[in-house]
């Protein structure tokens, strides 16, 4: 392994492939982010957004939970699971208008092109043939290149983004009506385009928008058409709905509602719970039969008859009832299988490397450029694609003889391929009678059916057709992935890999002589090699790829070529969604950290430099928070003047026993004395605790039990405040820097909405004067709440006071700054968390998690520290 380890090392040194090079300082990796100089590594960005899963128990919330009874709850429960069905049904319709559309431009395409080569190749004019088909393809290529210039999150596959979704990262335009609307016409025109491209990929992407927007009953792209339709207000019910669409787009382009269910559990989603997962397989399967009910009755005319489950079948695998020696698959065979599960392994860390180099040089030297560039990029593939395709089917080809088989087909075969006879996807360019052309009828037919040939077509594929179009796919496949097309990579994945899997069985058959092998079985297990060698999926793609053949007694050998494949990969380099998930920088999370991690602790990685709000603050204040900071949420508190003596004690700042370096509490006070020096970007300090002024000039009793001092402040209501004077440069560090005991947690989005509807009181009131919102009113401007740039306030007095108690969450998830690593990450992750505070033993926060702050990278950078200090 160390030696196959060091070959492709060799062979894909200059797009490093091998691993990441650890060269990084201490001082670099804690502020991630940026691209580092030296080896281009990108590290996660700090500005993409988390999705809220967890519930803000605030005073609204508390008040519909009031009037909520078990009525109204299996009412809730009723609509949500017919807003599921109604997800379904919807992804399997938008199938059913791709693949529609899809056929009848390729048929138009292939037919006209098919009848100007047997023409000319009489003529002698098979350049206009060329140009013939140059015209297509680069007609629809540019008509989709033009769709994702209108919405540049419709290029690729989707998967990576909607990967980061479910992981709980909120990724600006990814469920969009727009973005729908160009991934699904894109597509059609990408695949129509002869790109060697799937589009089952974008479906999955185009199921995950339908079950975001569907709910919402509203979209900024229709601002006009809105319903009052008040649930499902909330990420944590928006993000059900998008693993229920996920889920139903992998059903309706494999007809797998079972792997579709998993695919959604396994790729995506960090939370989950029993009644998603029935809700989402009702999802899948009301995707899948609604597909196959359309698709069948409209190509058969038979409705109801439920033959096509999905847009991508693989026939029946079943020997001639003539060969009694042949059997799908034996026990010998699986010793094949595991050696071409390590092939397909190391041949995907191949293609993802190469592909992971030119992802990185489109980003330096595309992306920065005019946005016709893009477009120009596009059709360039679309001509070399062409030229190659057509060159390779007319020069490349050899023709073989026909077997009976062949000639007439088995039913699956003539109905899994299409409505016509067999024969239709079997071209004889230059070819005498009963024999055919095998490198066009590989090349000058759908991806789908080149698929269905390799696995069933008895009439044999010469080792070198074989081997050259497995080369030429490979490399065109991974140049086309990542251009500015909706683009999907199970099919072309699967093509490649089936190509690989009959050469190997033709070689066995032809060379070794063992002549009881089933070439079929060989294309499968060859195509879920290098497809999961190329994504590295284990649980839902063997069931999906099980699904697709209706066969069960594939499972043994699909799941161990998997595992093997993946695990060969594994050990080059990353799948290809992850692959293009650290290129966008995205702060994605894995399952679990590595057991190395727990020498650190919560204390260590957590972000001391707060930005803070009193329970009741000044609009001018909140305003000035706002508009400073970029923070999604602030700590509500109050400053903890009683603790103050003991907190500041030689070189070490010791709050309750509980230990921090002097460093992260000199940054903090630093940055308070930064804001100290314009009165509009200190947000807390005008405003003083009364309570608080009390306390801090009656020395505190020292025999006092601490458990009574916090049973008492436990219950304490919060106090009223009233404006002071501007914090003064002549304080000291003790006083610009005091123990903070928090409160509650309140949301940028909260107190925007605040300020827009005007809750607030004049100092000279209670307030119990303020205005109080509904839960329906906090919740009425989800999900695109108003930037506090684009607001005017110059109607609200600055002076007035707005007391954010009643809408913050006074319950968040907190931990110890004691607690290790791994109880930190399981808790952020399997909650689905936003942020999670830092408090000591007394109710002081001390620091804050996010997101960011659980990176792999920010952890090895934390790690790195730590051993330094050792």
């Given at each position: 392994?160390?030696g196959c380890?060091g070959?492709?090392?060799?062979?894909?040194?200059?797009c490093?492939?091998?691993?990441?090079?650890?060269?990084r300082?201490p001082?670099?990796?804690?502020?991630?982010?940026?691209?580092?100089?030296?080896?281009?590594?990108?590290?996660?960005?700090?500005?993409?957004?988390?999705l809220?899963?967890?519930?803000?128990?605030?005073?609204?919330?508390?008040?519909v939970?009031?009037?909520?009874?078990?009525?109204?709850?299996?009412?809730?429960?009723?609509?949500?699971?017919?807003?599921?069905?109604?997800?379904?049904?919807?992804?399997?319709?938008?199938g059913?208008?791709v693949?529609?559309f899809?056929?009848?431009?390729?048929?138009?395409?292939?037919?006209?092109?098919?009848?100007s080569?047997?023409?000319?190749?009489?003529?002698?004019?098979?350049?206009?043939?060329?140009?013939?088909?140059?015209?297509?393809?680069?007609?629809?290529?540019?008509?989709?290149?033009?769709?994702?210039?209108?919405?540049?999150?419709?290029?690729?596959?989707?998967i990576?983004?909607?990967?980061?979704?479910?992981?709980g990262?909120?990724?600006?335009?990814?469920?969009?009506?727009?973005?729908?609307?160009?991934?699904?016409?894109?597509?059609?025109?990408?695949?129509?385009?002869g790109?060697?491209?799937?589009?089952?990929?974008?479906?999955?992407?185009?199921?995950?928008?339908?079950?975001?927007g569907?709910?919402?009953?509203?979209?900024?792209?229709?601002?006009?058409?809105?319903?009052?339709f008040?649930?499902?207000?909330?990420?944590?019910?928006?993000?059900?709905?998008?693993?229920?669409?996920?889920?139903?787009?992998?059903?309706?382009?494999?007809?797998?509602?079972?792997?579709?269910?998993?695919?959604?559990?396994?790729?995506?989603?960090?939370?989950?719970?029993?009644?998603?997962?029935?809700k989402?397989l009702?999802?899948?399967?009301?995707?899948?039969?609604?597909?196959?009910?359309?698709?069948?009755?409209?190509?058969f005319?038979?409705?109801?008859s439920?033959?096509l489950?999905?847009?991508?079948?693989?026939?029946?695998?079943?020997?001639?009832?003539?060969?009694?020696?042949?059997?799908?698959?034996?026990?010998?065979?699986?010793?094949?299988f595991?050696?071409?599960?390590?092939?397909?392994?190391?041949?995907?860390?191949?293609f993802?490397?190469?592909?992971k180099?030119?992802?990185?040089?489109?980003?330096?030297?595309?992306?920065?450029?005019?946005k016709?560039v893009?477009?120009?990029?596009s059709?360039?593939?679309?001509?070399?694609?062409?030229?190659?395709?057509?060159?390779?089917?007319?020069?490349?080809g050899e023709?073989?003889?026909?077997?009976?088989?062949?000639?007439?087909?088995?039913?699956?075969?003539?109905?899994?391929?299409?409505?016509?006879?067999v024969n239709?996807?079997?071209?004889?360019?230059?070819?005498?009678n009963e024999?055919?052309?095998?490198?066009?009828?590989?090349?000058?037919?759908?991806?789908?059916?080149?698929?269905?040939?390799?696995?069933?077509?008895?009439?044999?594929?010469?080792?070198?057709?074989l081997a050259l179009?497995?080369?030429?796919?490979?490399l065109?496949?991974?140049?086309?992935?990542?251009?500015?097309?909706?683009?999907?990579?199970?099919?072309?994945?699967?093509?490649?890999?089936?190509a690989?899997?009959?050469?190997?069985?033709n070689?066995?058959?032809?060379?070794?002589?063992?002549?009881?092998i089933?070439s079929?079985?060989?294309?499968?297990?060859?195509?879920?090699?290098?497809?999961?060698?190329?994504?590295?999926?284990?649980?839902?793609?063997?069931?999906?790829?099980?699904?697709?053949?209706?066969?069960?007694?594939?499972?043994?050998?699909?799941m161990?070529?998997?595992?093997?494949?993946?695990?060969?990969?594994?050990?080059?380099?990353?799948g290809i969604?992850?692959?293009?998930?650290?290129?966008?920088?995205?702060?994605?999370?894995?399952?679990e950290?590595?057991?190395?991690?727990?020498?650190?602790?919560?204390?260590?990685?957590?972000?001391?430099?707060?930005?803070?709000?009193?329970?009741?603050?000044?609009?001018?204040?909140?305003?000035?928070?706002?508009?400073?900071t970029?923070h999604?949420?602030?700590p509500?508190v109050?400053?903890?003047?009683?603790?103050?003596?003991?907190?500041?004690?030689?070189?070490?700042?010791?709050?309750?026993?509980?230990?921090f370096?002097?460093?992260?509490?000199?940054?903090?006070?630093?940055?308070?004395?930064?804001?100290?020096?314009?009165?509009?970007?200190?947000?807390?300090?005008?405003?003083r605790?009364?309570?608080d002024?009390?306390?801090?000039?009656?020395?505190?009793?020292?025999?006092?039990?601490?458990l009574?001092?916090?049973?008492e402040?436990?219950?304490?209501?919060?106090?009223?405040?009233?404006?002071?004077?501007?914090p003064?440069?002549d304080?000291t560090?003790?006083?610009?820097?005091?123990?903070?005991?928090?409160?509650?947690?309140?949301?940028?989005?909260?107190?925007?909405?605040?300020l827009?509807?005007?809750v607030?009181?004049?100092?000279?009131?209670?307030?119990?004067?303020?205005p109080?919102?509904?839960?329906?009113?906090?919740?009425?401007?989800?999900?695109?709440?108003?930037?506090?740039?684009?607001?005017?306030?110059?109607?609200?007095?600055?002076?007035?006071i707005?007391?954010v108690?009643?809408?913050?969450?006074?319950?968040p998830?907190?931990?110890?700054?004691?607690?290790?690593?791994?109880?930190?990450?399981?808790?952020?992750?399997?909650?689905?968390l936003?942020?999670?505070?830092v408090?000591?033993?007394?109710?002081?926060?001390?620091?804050?998690?996010?997101?960011h702050?659980?990176?792999?990278?920010?952890?090895?950078?934390?790690?790195?520290?730590?051993?330094?200090?050792?």
């Amino acid at each position: 392994m160390a030696g196959c380890r060091g070959a492709l090392c060799c062979c894909c040194r200059w797009c490093c492939c091998c691993g990441e090079r650890e060269t990084r300082t201490p001082e670099e990796l804690t502020i991630l982010g940026e691209t580092q100089e030296e080896d281009d590594e990108i590290l996660p960005r700090k500005d993409y957004e988390s999705l809220d899963y967890d519930r803000c128990i605030n005073d609204p919330y508390l008040e519909v939970l009031e009037t909520m009874d078990n009525k109204k709850g299996r009412k809730y429960e009723a609509v949500k699971w017919m807003m599921v069905f109604a997800i379904g049904v919807c992804t399997g319709l938008v199938g059913l208008f791709v693949d529609f559309f899809v056929r009848l431009f390729t048929q138009l395409k292939f037919g006209v092109v098919q009848t100007s080569v047997e023409e000319c190749s009489q003529k002698g004019c098979l350049a206009l043939s060329l140009l013939e088909l140059l015209g297509f393809n680069l007609t629809f290529v540019f008509l989709a290149s033009l769709l994702v210039l209108i919405e540049p999150v419709a290029a690729g596959s989707g998967i990576p983004e909607i990967k980061c979704y479910l992981n709980g990262v909120k990724v600006p335009g990814i469920v969009r009506l727009r973005t729908l609307l160009c991934k699904v016409f894109g597509v059609l025109f990408s695949v129509a385009g002869g790109l060697f491209v799937g589009k089952e990929g974008p479906m999955i992407h185009s199921g995950a928008v339908v079950g975001a927007g569907l709910p919402q009953f509203q979209s900024i792209s229709l601002r006009k058409i809105q319903f009052n339709f008040p649930y499902f207000r909330s990420d944590r019910d928006k993000r059900d709905f998008v693993s229920a669409g996920a889920a139903a787009g992998v059903a309706a382009a494999f007809g797998a509602p079972i792997g579709g269910t998993l695919f959604s559990l396994e790729e995506g989603s960090s939370f989950w719970n029993q009644g998603l997962t029935w809700k989402v397989l009702f999802c899948s399967m009301s995707a899948t039969f609604t597909l196959n009910f359309f698709r069948s009755g409209i190509q058969f005319g038979s409705w109801g008859s439920f033959q096509l489950p999905g847009l991508l079948n693989f026939g029946e695998f079943k020997c001639s009832d003539s060969d009694k020696k042949c059997h799908l698959w034996t026990a010998m065979d699986l010793g094949f299988f595991v050696v071409m599960g390590v092939i397909g392994g190391l041949l995907g860390a191949t293609f993802n490397c190469l592909n992971k180099r030119l992802a990185k040089y489109r980003m330096r030297n595309v992306h920065p450029k005019p946005k016709l560039v893009r477009v120009l990029e596009s059709l360039l593939v679309s001509v070399v694609t062409t030229v190659v395709v057509f060159t390779a089917s007319m020069v490349l080809g050899e023709c073989r003889q026909m077997s009976a088989s062949g000639q007439i087909g088995n039913d699956s075969f003539q109905l899994q391929v299409s409505s016509e006879d067999v024969n239709s996807s079997i071209k004889t360019f230059f070819c005498p009678n009963e024999t055919y052309n095998d490198m066009a009828t590989l090349f000058f037919n759908p991806q789908e059916s080149a698929i269905l040939q390799l696995f069933h077509q008895d009439g044999t594929f010469s080792p070198v057709t074989l081997a050259l179009f497995f080369v030429l796919y490979f490399l065109l496949a991974c140049w086309t992935y990542g251009i500015s097309v909706p683009s999907g990579l199970f099919v072309p994945s699967l093509l490649c890999g089936a190509a690989f899997g009959r050469l190997v069985a033709n070689v066995l058959k032809s060379y070794i002589g063992l002549g009881h092998i089933y070439s079929g079985t060989f294309a499968l297990i060859g195509a879920a090699a290098f497809l999961g060698g190329v994504v590295r999926m284990t649980i839902s793609l063997t069931v999906i790829l099980i699904e697709s053949t209706n066969e069960i007694t594939y499972g043994l050998p699909i799941m161990i070529t998997l595992m093997v494949a993946k695990w060969t990969g594994d050990f080059f380099n990353k799948g290809i969604y992850d692959i293009h998930v650290g290129l966008r920088g995205v702060p994605l999370l894995e399952w679990e950290t590595e057991a190395e991690m727990d020498k650190l602790r919560a204390s260590d990685i957590m972000e001391p430099n707060l930005t803070y709000v009193y329970p009741h603050t000044r609009i001018q204040s909140l305003v000035s928070i706002l508009r400073t900071t970029v923070h999604h949420a602030f700590p509500v508190v109050t400053e903890n003047r009683g603790n103050e003596k003991e907190f500041m004690k030689g070189n070490q700042l010791i709050s309750n026993n509980i230990r921090f370096k002097k460093s992260s509490i000199l940054t903090r006070a630093g940055e308070q004395r930064r804001r100290s020096q314009s009165m509009k970007s200190y947000p807390s300090s005008e405003l003083r605790n009364v309570c608080d002024e009390h306390l801090a000039s009656e020395e505190p009793a020292e025999k006092e039990d601490l458990l009574q001092q916090m049973l008492e402040r436990r219950y304490t209501p919060y106090p009223n405040l009233y404006p002071d004077q501007s914090p003064s440069e002549d304080w000291t560090m003790e006083e610009r820097f005091r123990p903070l005991t928090f409160h509650g947690l309140i949301l940028r989005s909260q107190l925007v909405t605040l300020l827009v509807r005007g809750v607030c009181y004049s100092e000279n009131q209670s307030s119990a004067s303020q205005p109080r919102l509904s839960y329906a009113e906090m919740a009425e401007d989800y999900p695109r709440y108003p930037d506090i740039h684009d607001l005017d306030l110059t109607l609200l007095n600055p002076r007035m006071i707005v007391d954010v108690t009643p809408y913050m969450n006074p319950s968040p998830f907190t931990v110890s700054p004691n607690t290790h690593v791994s109880q930190v990450f399981n808790l952020f992750r399997t909650m689905g968390l936003r942020h999670l505070p830092v408090v000591n033993a007394v109710g002081e926060i001390v620091g804050i998690i996010t997101r960011h702050n659980l990176t792999y990278e920010f952890l090895q950078a934390r790690l790195r520290q730590h051993y330094q200090t050792i």
